[in-house]
Antibody, heavy 116, light 107 residues
Framework: QVQLVESGGGVVQPGRSLRLSCAAS????????MHWVRQAPGKGLEWVAV????????YYADSVKGRFTISRDNSKNTLYLQMNSLRAEDTAVYYC?????????WGKGTTVTVSS | ETTLTQSPAFMSATPGDKVNISCKAS??????MNWYQQKPGEAAIFIIQ???TLVPGIPPRFSGSGYGTDFTLTINNIESEDAAYYFC?????????FGGGTKVEIK
């Protein structure tokens, strides 16, 4: 079945970096754009970034532009989110989602905590 | 940026009730509205697309209505398994934006 599994979350100090991964299965990954979405504790969901099916276009929320980079490896069916210069306000559960509908399939999320 | 105002933030319902959740957009978004259900620790489930279309496999007690700026998710004859967090998403323009969410409790 169609499945997305995020990994790579953890506790990191402010200013440091972290890379999240999203492993896709059950569908032709290279045919779909992909998104990252996050939810901070006690807050609503926030869209983070999107990448086109072939990686040709990428768009970011203003809150992460210049610090986060979305990428993908279609040969590995994997989506990435490189997060640099992390701040306390980046603390959240990060979800990946497929761009059909859009956002028709979601993962369960991985938790990132930015704290000293 | 389109702001989505979702209400109520919390509601408690009895099995068999009809439940309405509202999502109001700060500008016209046509029918570019989706609704989702999420339970703790689980992946979000896509339940309504394009404001009114039930996603295949979703029980028909769920329905969506609205166009432009006012949208509603309705759950008829709510069941205990419908206890969850519900949220709306607009995909008319970037950045995609979400409503603040509604936690539905079943008594």
């Amino acid at each position: 079945q169609v499945q997305l599994v995020e990994s790579g979350g953890g506790v990191v100090q402010p200013g440091r970096s972290l890379r999240l991964s999203c492993a896709a299965s059950g569908f032709t990954f290279s045919s779909y754009g992909m998104h990252w979405v996050r939810q901070a504790p006690g807050k609503g969901l926030e869209w983070v970034a999107v990448i086109w099916y072939d990686g040709s276009n990428k768009y970011y929320a203003d809150s992460v532009k210049g610090r986060f980079t979305i990428s993908r490896d279609n040969s590995k069916n994997t989506l990435y989110l490189q997060m640099n210069s992390l701040r306390a306000e980046d603390t959240a559960v990060y979800y990946c989602a497929r761009d059909k509908g859009p956002l028709d399939v979601w993962g369960k999320g991985t938790t990132v905590t930015v704290s000293s | 940026e389109t702001t989505l105002t979702q209400s109520p933030a919390f509601m408690s319902a009895t099995p068999g009730d009809k439940v309405n959740i509202s999502c109001k957009a700060s500008q016209d978004i046509d029918d570019d509205m989706n609704w989702y259900q999420q339970k703790p620790g689980e992946a979000a489930i896509f339940i309504i697309q394009e404001a009114t279309t039930l996603v295949p496999g979703i029980p028909p007690r769920f329905s969506g209505s609205g166009y432009g700026t006012d949208f509603t998710l309705t759950i008829n004859n709510i069941e205990s398994e419908d206890a969850a967090y519900y949220f709306c998403l607009q995909h008319d323009n970037f950045p995609l934006t979400f409503g603040g969410g509604t936690k539905v409790e079943i008594k």
